[in-house]
């Protein structure tokens, strides 16, 4: 059975959150814990402790064991971008886009629920 966990409007940019979630796609969520705690990247901690929602929601809504669950899917959308400006010469102002994403973590405690591209980390278990 799928189970999810969402965060809206992580103040980091997608490009980034997305090298961090293709680490931990496939894998058990023990394993991808460990991962993210010792990751260097910034937003491995966002992720982290939307991973270990998925898991406790997975625990105490549908009574899984969360030392079997397996991380099927996790995606890095777009959230809003908020605009700011930079001083340029001449007294002109260039335009920033903060960007924000919105994580998603599901998981599962049957392996198969795996998509076919992230099932190569899963087969070595």
Not at 22 to 48: C, D, H, Q, T, W
Not at 79 to 97: D, E, Q, T
Request: net charge positive; glycine share 4%; proline share 7%.
């Amino acid at each position: 059975m799928l189970t999810r966990a969402i965060a809206r409007n992580v103040g980091h940019p997608p490009r980034k959150v997305r090298r961090v979630t293709n680490a931990i796609r496939g894998r058990r969520v023990s394993e991808a814990l460990a991962i993210l705690k010792f990751l260097p990247n910034m937003p491995a901690r966002e992720v982290y402790t939307v991973l270990a929602s998925a898991a406790a929601n997975a625990e105490n809504n549908y009574s899984m064991d969360p030392d079997e669950l397996w991380v099927t899917n996790a995606i890095a959308d777009e959230g809003s971008k908020i605009p700011r400006f930079r001083a340029r010469p001449h007294g002109r102002a260039s335009r920033i886009l903060r960007r924000s994403t919105h994580i998603t973590v599901y998981v599962s405690d049957d392996p198969t629920e795996i998509p076919r591209k992230a099932r190569v980390n899963a087969r070595r278990h």
